[in-house]
T-cell receptor, first 112, second 115 residues
Framework: GNSVTQMEGPVTLSEEAFLTINCTYT??????LFWYVQYPGEGLQLLLK?????DKGSNKGFEATYRKETTSFHLEKGSVQVSDSAVYFCALLSGNTGKLIFGQGTTLQVKP | DVKVTQSSRYLVKRTGEKVFLECVQDMDHENMFWYRQDPGLGLRLIYF???????EKGDIPEGYSVSREKKERFSLILESASTNQTSMYLC??????????????FGSGTQLSVL
């Protein structure tokens, strides 16, 4: 079945460090891929998305590229800020079921 | 601004109690969802609804039921709460149609503790 696997956290970085959070997926067909972010005390919100192979999603300085050959959608940011501290979820949209399938979530803590 | 409101931020209940978690959205969305969020497991879909009076089981429906009497309101019911249902519960909604599920709007969550 469809599934999403993220790197385990927590990830702790200093401000202005480079961020990578790994995400790989298993899916039949050609799913759309997403990153959602959950700030402390809030619900999840869509951060970025990519709908086909080689697409790059970007928002707020974050980027992720849909890599079909490696079934990956790693999240990157060149210079993190304290305000980026949150839980990040990778997800895929199953075309067959119309359901979003989430990874385990990765907690990012950025220290000043 | 889009809003999904969950009635309680924190809830403490006893084993065996019947528990109602309420969710209301003000965006006239057709689709509504209930997830539970547990450390290391991410979000798991409990139930969802694509229309009033309609419901479908998600991946982990056992021990839960739902009610959707009005378009804006989707209730999650724990018939007889158990300690393994201690979790963060998240409600979400999206526009009509399966393709629109890519952009879910989430509430802030209800942290339920069953003692």
């Amino acid at each position: 079945g469809n599934s999403v696997t993220q790197m385990e956290g927590p990830v702790t970085l200093s401000e202005e460090a480079f961020l990578t959070i790994n995400c790989t997926y298993t899916a039949t067909g050609y799913p759309s891929l997403f990153w959602y972010v959950q700030y402390p005390g809030e619900g999840l919100q869509l951060l970025l998305k990519a709908t086909k192979a080689d697409d790059k999603g970007s928002n707020k300085g974050f980027e992720a590229t849909y890599r079909k050959e490696t079934t990956s959608f790693h999240l990157e940011k060149g210079s993190v800020q304290v305000s980026d501290s949150a839980v990040y979820f990778c997800a895929l949209l199953s075309g067959n079921t119309g359901k979003l399938i989430f990874g385990q979530g990765t907690t990012l803590q950025v220290k000043p | 601004d889009v809003k999904v409101t969950q009635s309680s931020r924190y809830l403490v209940k006893r084993t065996g109690e019947k528990v109602f978690l309420e969710c209301v959205q003000d965006m006239d969305h057709e689709n509504m969802f209930w997830y539970r969020q547990d450390p290391g497991l991410g979000l798991r879909l409990i139930y969802f609804s694509y229309d009033v009076k309609m419901k479908e089981k998600g991946d982990i429906p056992e021990g839960y039921s739902v009610s959707r009497e009005k378009k804006e309101r989707f209730s999650l019911i724990l018939e007889s709460a158990s300690t393994n249902q201690t979790s963060m519960y998240l409600c979400a909604s999206s526009l009509a149609g399966r393709a629109t599920n890519e952009k879910l709007f989430f509430g802030s969550g209800t942290q339920l503790s069953v003692l």
